[in-house]
T-cell receptor, first 115, second 115 residues
Framework: KQEVTQIPAALSVPEGENLVLNCSFTDSAIYNLQWFRQDPGKGLTSLLLIQSSQREQTSGRLNASLDKSSGRSTLYIAASQPGDSATYLCAVVNAGGTSYGKLTFGQGTILTVHP | DAGVIQSPRHEVTEMGQEVTLRCKPISGHDYLFWYRQTMMRGLELLIYFNNNVPIDDSGMPEDRFSAKMPNASFSTLKIQPSEPRDSAVYFC?????????????FGEGSWLTVV
């Protein structure tokens, strides 16, 4: 059974810092990995999707990397801003399943960026 | 597009009552997912549909839970009878097609409290 772990569970940083969120998964046979953002009282917004054949994806100040063989992914946020404060969730889709949307989520990292 | 629309956004009900949660997926999406989020267990997939047909309901906790998708633009998740441990945020999500690169879009959730 796939298990996804995110470290740290919470992170508080001053504005402007570069930071790294970590995600690990136990079964390396995945189709893709996604990073989501969840604001309090809101749904999830997809930030980056990395397919199993890819090593990284970038969007603005966000960069996500994937090392499928070791079961790890990192989300790098450059020059953090208070607006980045949210919960960040990592999720994988296992290979061999019948749907590419059947996600297994980590517990998330609660990020607080203070001015 | 309006995104995935869920109703009600918030519901408080008494134990033993029937609860019906509703979802309208994004037009043209052929996959629909119901997830549940709790502090203890994080995000869990309950059931998903492809072209209105339930594909995997292994995440449905027990017989008190049922889900239907009578057409491509509407789905319901019903809990009967409800119990306090069902209190959670229930998310509906949808995606187009079955390719690894497809993003899954989440609604803003239905916040259920059973007292």
């Amino acid at each position: 059974k796939q298990e996804v772990t995110q470290i740290p569970a919470a992170l508080s940083v001053p504005e402007g810092e570069n930071l790294v969120l970590n995600c690990s998964f136990t079964d390396s046979a995945i189709y893709n990995l996604q990073w989501f953002r969840q604001d309090p009282g809101k749904g999830l917004t997809s930030l980056l999707l990395i397919q199993s054949s890819q090593r990284e994806q970038t969007s603005g100040r966000l960069n996500a990397s994937l090392d499928k063989s070791s079961g790890r992914s990192t989300l790098y946020i450059a020059a953090s801003q208070p607006g980045d404060s949210a919960t960040y969730l990592c999720a994988v889709v296992n290979a061999g399943g019948t749907s590419y949307g059947k996600l297994t989520f980590g517990q998330g990292t609660i990020l607080t960026v203070h001015p | 597009d309006a995104g995935v629309i869920q109703s009600p956004r918030h519901e408080v009900t008494e134990m033993g009552q029937e609860v019906t949660l509703r979802c309208k997926p994004i037009s043209g999406h052929d996959y629909l997912f119901w997830y549940r989020q709790t502090m203890m267990r994080g995000l869990e997939l309950l059931i998903y549909f492809n072209n209105n047909v339930p594909i995997d309901d292994s995440g449905m906790p027990e017989d008190r839970f049922s889900a239907k998708m009578p057409n491509a633009s509407f789905s319901t998740l019903k809990i009967q009878p409800s119990e306090p441990r069902d209190s959670a945020v229930y998310f509906c999500a949808s995606s187009r097609g079955a390719r690894p690169g497809n993003t899954i879009y989440f609604g803003e959730g239905s916040w259920l409290t059973v007292v």
